[in-house]
Each structure stands twice: as structure tokens, then as C-alpha cells.
């Protein structure tokens, strides 16, 4: 059977959306902040909190989005057989937190638009969308706050501690991606290996976080869980490495985010490492200085892409994200069972590494 996931991702994604609303309100008034935040000891400034928390989170949130995370998580609660109307609440974990890293992302790389529109620190202000990230990395946690009564404690403290591991791993991933771009260690020698644990903790690290915690509440294996984290997280990094090319060519993906930005970031993505260790000297110390320049001069971008092109990088780091998804997929395919789930979570994997925005 044949499965069509960019319309699945489509018909899921008002549905995602009215669940993430349940938990991170558009509108806050004095039930909603007793829900979140308890009873107040003295009084709830709710305007404030509405001006603060709701519009610029929600602001961001209407501008779209894949939610190919939350459809992760759903898809592998299909297909070991878990109940997804108990756990459909918790898929705005991972969705959550990876748009508040979205809102530190662009002041950590001084980008300009998101999603076709200007930045939430452009918006509103750096305090505005430094605290506003901060809450998105929290807030949906509450919907494991309030199952206390729904899952066993064993079943919580193991998603729980899920989630403390890879916020902390995403922290480091991020911490290798800044320190790279602006010169800060080795990052004209980087090699191959280090960029893929980069992007395992950095982009993986939300997927694995979905893969992991769906199977746990999902009462899988430990296996079962490793197997599923471990694919997941692969996923997430080609997804990244799509990321990366498709930041270098022409089409729908550029046009909202513009040709070679991630040349202007000093960027060491996958094309340009690959470039970096295969170029003649000339070429080298040149894609060196341009990525140093943190330029916006379209002409150097694009003589940065013609350099990276020149040894067929883009190519090479396509096929490298389809062996990883092939790879991942052979450690899970034995672990499950024949179903519909399975064909959708194979097939996601490939749409994501196909995609072309």
C-alpha cells in the first residue's frame, strides 16, 4: 500500500494544533492561569501574561510547521499496539520545546525571518523571546503533571527522566552548532563523525525524545524503546541534513528562508564539511573566508554554493542521509510487527529525506 504522508502530515496538523492549544492556551484568563500556574498568593497580572506568553507564542505556532514530531509519536504508538487517545495529550512535548528552540535558534544566529515572516526577537524583543523559548521548553510538561492518576509512577519517572536526558544532550548539540560557526574551536577541521553527533544531539535529540517517550507509554520493551529512539533520532538527522542542501539550492525552501543563509551563519553543514575536506587548497581557504565573513552578499553565497557544488557535496550528503535511514530501519523492522504503522513510519522516514521544503 502506497502512503501519502505529506497529506498525512497536512490532516494531522489542524488536529496537533487543537491539542497544543488545550495545554498552551491562545488566551489566558483567571481559570486557565490557576490550570498552569495554581492559585495565586497575591494576584495574576493575566494582560501581562497575554502579551508575554500567549501572542508571541502563538504568533510563532500560526506560522506553520511540519508537526512531523507530534505524527512521529503517533505512528509508533499505532504500532506497538498503545492506546493513542490516552496518550495523544503528550505529543506537545517534543513539539513544543522544538519550537522554543526555534525562538533561541534565531537570536543565536542573528537570522531575520522564520517562516517567511521576521523573527519573534525582531517581533518583540530579545527578553520577549528569550523567556517566551524558555517557557516552551516547560509548559508541556503539564500534561504529565496533570496524568498522575492515568499512568503508573514507574511509567512517569521513566518519561521524566526521558525528557531530562535529552534536553541536556540538546543543550550540547547546540553548544557544538554555535561554537563552530563562530570560530570557536576546530571548526575548520571538523570531521564527519563530529558533525553527525552534533545534529544526533541538536535535531535528533527531539525525535528520539518523541520515539522514546511514545514507546514507553506504549508499556514496549526496553529494546523496543532503544530500537525506536535510536531510529528516530536518525530520522532527525536527515531530516537536518535535508535541511542543509536544501538551503543550497534554488526552490519553495529558499524562497521563504533565502538562498545560502546558512552561509551567511558561518554554517559548518554536512555539504560544507564534505567540501572543506575534499577541495584543492585555493578552494578550501576561500570557502573558508567567505563562511569567516558572516556575509549577506548574495554574490558570495553564491560563489560559496559554486565552491560546494564543485565537488558534488550536495550529492554526496543525499546519499548519506538515505543509507542512515536505511541502516536505522533495518535495527527496527525486525522489532515490529507487519502493520499499516509500520509502512507509515518507513515511509515517513523517506519522505523526510526526499522532501523538498
Not at 216 to 240: M, R
Not at 246 to 272: A, H, Y
Not at 274 to 289: C, G, Q
Request: some cysteine.
Amino acid at each position: 500500500m502506497m502512503v501519502d504522508i505529506q497529506k498525512m502530515l497536512a490532516e494531522q496538523a489542524p488536529i496537533i494544533d487543537k491539542i497544543i492549544e488545550k495545554w498552551i492556551p491562545k488566551k489566558y484568563d483567571d481559570n486557565i492561569m490557576k490550570f498552569i500556574f495554581g492559585e495565586a498568593k497575591y494576584k495574576y497580572n493575566i494582560d501581562c501574561a497575554n502579551k508575554s506568553f500567549a501572542e508571541p507564542i502563538w504568533e510563532f505556532l500560526n506560522r506553520g510547521g511540519k508537526r512531523w514530531r507530534p505524527s512521529l509519536f503517533l505512528m509508533i504508538v499505532e504500532a506497538l499496539g498503545g492506546d493513542k487517545n490516552k496518550v495523544f495529550d503528550f505529543v506537545v512535548i517534543p513539539e513544543i520545546i522544538h519550537n522554543g528552540t526555534l525562538l533561541h535558534d534565531d537570536i543565536e544566529d542573528r537570522s531575520e525571518l522564520r517562516r517567511g515572516k521576521p523573527c519573534t526577537y525582531i517581533l518583540y524583543g530579545v527578553d520577549v523571546a528569550i523567556n517566551t523559548g524558555n517557557a516552551m521548553y516547560y509548559l508541556p510538561l503539564l500534561p504529565l503533571i496533570k496524568a498522575r492518576d492515568k499512568f503508573d509512577a514507574k511509567i512517569l519517572v521513566k518519561v521524566y527522566e526521558t525528557y531530562a536526558r535529552e534536553m541536556t544532550n540538546l543543550s550540547l548539540g547546540q553548544a557544538m552548532d554555535i561554537s563552530w560557526h563562530n570560530g570557536m574551536c576546530n571548526a575548520n577541521s571538523l570531521s564527519e563523525d563530529e558533525y553527525l553527533q552534533m545534529c544526533a544531539y541538536k535535531t535528533g535529540t527531539l525525535a528520539r525524545m518523541s520515539a522514546k517517550i511514545a514507546a514507553i507509554l506504549s508499556n514496549a520493551t526496553e529494546e523496543q524503546t532503544e530500537k525506536l529512539g535510536a531510529y528516530a533520532e536518525t530520522v532527525g538527522v536527515a531530516f537536518q541534513i535535508q535541511d542543509d542542501i536544501l538551503n543550497l539550492v534554488e526552490g519553495e525552501f529558499t524562497e521563504k528562508k533565502g538562498l545560502g543563509e546558512d552561509i551567511t551563519e558561518g554554517k559548518r553543514s554536512l555539504p560544507v564539511i564534505h567540501t572543506l575536506n575534499e577541495a584543492i587548497p585555493e578552494d578550501r581557504e576561500r570557502m573558508i573566508e567567505i563562511l569567516n565573513m558572516h556575509t549577506n552578499d548574495q554574490e558570495l553565497r553564491n560563489e560559496a554554493i559554486t565552491i560546494i557544488k564543485k565537488y558534488d557535496s550536495i550529492e554526496y550528503s543525499k546519499e548519506k542521509a538515505r543509507s542512515m535511514i536505511l541502516e536505522a530501519w533495518n535495527g527496527v523492522d525486525r522489532i515490529l510487527k507487519p502493520s499499516l504503522a509500520k509502512e507509515k513510519l518507513k515511509a515517513f522516514a523517506d519522505y523526510l529525506v526526499e522532501r523538498t521544503i
